[in-house]
């Protein structure tokens, strides 16, 4: 009873490394997430278009911290925070804390479009990576006894956003296209079908160099990907995607991977809000104007001499501040001076599909194969445990050499999983509409 009570709200890249670092300490942990377990989000591409299954990018929480008698792990949707009674308040419960940390991460950001938010699919968390899995297998079912007039909807599939994640759905669904699809439906024709990348901006992989943005853009090109620039969407009814210009594009499917914002519970003060829904924080981590709320990872917006829009929104950035906050959380036990945030960016990466990749280090920038097979490793050092590796590895293994993968399930929810979900408050509001 006499620990001090830290309550971490979301098991992402940060909430999670820091309830890890802390898991033997003298605070007393309470880790709460809606998911009961923790997930992969840079290969969520790759279980939408069936190359892995959802449950090799996913980790248990309770596994994780199965004999950990200072961590307490809670499932649940987190409504808000109540600041001066230090309270954090749930669909079913109160947790008081001494400390609170918010790594609630981002969410798809619609732009305020509800057309867009009700028809587009986004890929911001495991199950709507599923939900996307589901929706292309079921879309090349229907182009099998469609009409004429349906054929193009089904056949343009449209993905927004050209930043990381938009590039390397688009180049998946390129290889799709030329691998897989001819394979599973022998009496279709795959040249009718489209894959689009939709960029608002002037280029795709903004944040990446010149290099990196001219070859990935090539590399999407020689798949076969339509890649539009300066195409910002205007609006979506489901059939048609409707450009600023006045362009439109006939399709059932459009991916959304245009933008995120934060995901701040209620209660969090207004004045700390910043662009993109960003909590800012103090070169602690500490929420300004506060002593002990404190903000990681995605949601956290940092100004320093070297970042002074803040930090680009990425796990390495989370996993540092995590890192550097639970030193920190061991010096305030004993009155020690704190240590400030400080980031060294290791570079950034993309990979466009099989031995293309694009890598940009502080010294050097290159691409093609080895850049590839970079990405590769790294994204198979960060995944967690030594099973999940293997298992990705295995996967990624065949099929390099086959082309092919035997995911293509089609696993749709039933009637009394819906019910069992809506007893459990699993659903989302928007789902709980539809459901
Ligand atoms: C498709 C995709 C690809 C990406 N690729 C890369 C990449 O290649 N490299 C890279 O460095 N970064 C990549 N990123 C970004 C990276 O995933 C994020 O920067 C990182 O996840 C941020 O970590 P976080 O801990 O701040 O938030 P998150 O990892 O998003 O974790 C937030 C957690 O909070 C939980 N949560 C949110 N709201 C609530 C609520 N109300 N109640 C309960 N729980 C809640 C969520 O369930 C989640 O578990 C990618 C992101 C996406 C979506």
Redesign the pocket.
Known sequence: MDKKRVVI???????LLLAKKLKNSAYDITL????NF??F??L??QVATARLEPSSISFPLRKIFQRRKNVHVRI???KSVDTAAQKVITEECTFPYDYLVV????TSNFFGNKNIEKYAFP???TTEAITLRNRLLLNFEDALDCSESELEGIMNIVVAGGG??GVELAGALAEMKKNVLPRDYPDMDFSKLNVYLLEGGPVTLAPMSKESQQKSQEYLEKLGVKVWTDALIQDYDGKVVSLKDGQTIRTNNLIWAAGIIG?V?DGIPKEVLVRGNRIKVDQYNRVEGTTNIFA????AYMETPEFPRGHA????V?NNQAANLAKNMERMLDNRELKPFVYKSPGTMATVGKRKAVVDLSWIKFQGFFAWLVWMFLHLMLILSAKNKLIIFINWAISYFTNDTTLRLILLPTRKQIELAREHHRLDSGDAQTA
């Open positions: 709200l979301g098991a992402g890249f940060a909430g709460i997430d809606q998911y923790h997930q989000q840079p969520f591409y649940g949707k987190i790594a609630t991460g981002c890929m911001k968390s990381a994640t995901n519970p990681l990872g995605d949601i929104q990425l796990a390495n989370a």
